[in-house]
């Protein structure tokens, strides 16, 4: 099986299994607070605004800081690579989008540089459980390919581990 048939299949799977209503609902509302980064950057404010002390107001503010740049990032590599969304016969999106583009995944991309430029004012277990969660609802909505994902998570996590300290 080609790289591609394999991403395919395991799209065809994530869009196929586990869709329940509700599940889709909560998912689909789940995965629209991370549109643009919304959630992480609101909760780099909330964070810088009520740290008790300036050395964590400098790192939640570092923190969205670096979400942003990964924003951004995301948008050059997709507006480079031009890979258009996933379309499966008779399985529409469970979501709205923001543009025709897919990879690689913002979502991915944005979670995985929070969750690592979170890691030393939040607790590491939940902003990566949150990385994988926001990962993961992207193929089973139907809007991203998996390696749309895979790359947003390197992507996210390349950039920033790039930062300096």
């Not at 099986?1 to 395919?8: F, H, I, K, N, V």
């Not at 990385?131 to 790359?151: I, K």
């Amino acid at each position: 099986m080609s790289p591609g048939e394999l991403d395919r299949s395991a799209l065809l799977l994530a869009r196929t299994r586990w869709h329940a209503p509700g599940a889709e609902r909560a998912i689909s509302l789940f995965s629209r607070t991370g549109e643009h980064a919304a959630c992480w950057l609101v909760l780099g404010a909330v964070g810088a605004v009520t740290a008790p002390d300036a050395a964590r107001r400098r790192s939640w503010l570092r923190g969205a800081l670096i979400v942003a740049s990964a924003y951004v990032a995301n948008f050059g590599v997709k507006v480079a690579v031009r890979r258009t969304r996933p379309q499966l016969p008779g399985l529409e999106p469970l979501t709205p989008v923001v543009s025709r583009l897919s990879f690689p995944s913002a979502h991915a991309t944005t979670s995985f540089a929070a969750a690592r430029a979170f890691s030393d004012v939040a607790p590491t277990a939940l902003l990566y459980g949150a990385a994988v969660a926001f990962a993961l609802s992207r193929p089973y909505l139907g809007v991203h390919y998996p390696s749309d994902v895979v790359a947003g998570a390197v992507l996210g996590t390349a950039i920033a581990n790039g930062w300096p300290a």
